[in-house]
């Protein structure tokens, strides 16, 4: 089993900026692919960003495109989600999850992640 725990959500006004930490325990001694992926309220589960284990490859949905960066530090089993130009729209719960190998074609798909944090809250005013 893999336990995830987000981190690092808050208030922020448009235009700020945040960063997301999803810190692993358990069996991390697996090659898992992390997501990021992001709810708002009456909305479906959309994808946001994602990185291979190796972090040699970065995913990117085109809203948060420029405006979003993922990164991993395989050594402190930590993901980050470093969000700059905050926009209102942006305001959703923020979950990490992750897998083991997944291919571009699903590595944006919620359904393909074995493991989920609990979220963490991001709201951005305007």
């Known amino acids: 089993q893999v336990q995830l725990v987000e981190s690092g959500g808050g208030l922020v006004q448009a235009g700020g900026s945040l960063r997301l930490s999803c810190a692993a325990s358990?069996?991390?001694?697996?090659?898992?692919?992390v997501g990021w992926f992001r709810q708002a309220p009456g909305k479906e589960r959309e994808f946001v960003a994602a990185?291979?284990?190796?972090?040699?490859?970065?995913y990117y949905a085109d809203s948060v495109q420029d405006r979003v960066t993922i990164s991993r530090d395989n050594a402190k089993n930590t993901v980050y989600l470093q969000m700059n130009s905050l926009k209102p729209e942006d305001t959703a719960v923020y979950f990490c999850?992750?897998?083991?190998?997944?291919?571009?074609?699903?590595?944006?798909?919620?359904?393909?992640?074995?493991?989920w944090g609990q979220g963490t809250q991001v709201t951005v005013s305007s």
């Open positions: 990185v291979t284990w190796s972090g040699g490859s970065t």
């Open positions: 358990g069996r991390t001694s697996r090659s898992l692919d």
């Open positions: 999850a992750a897998s083991g190998a997944l291919s571009s074609s699903q590595i944006g798909s919620p359904r393909e992640y074995d493991y």
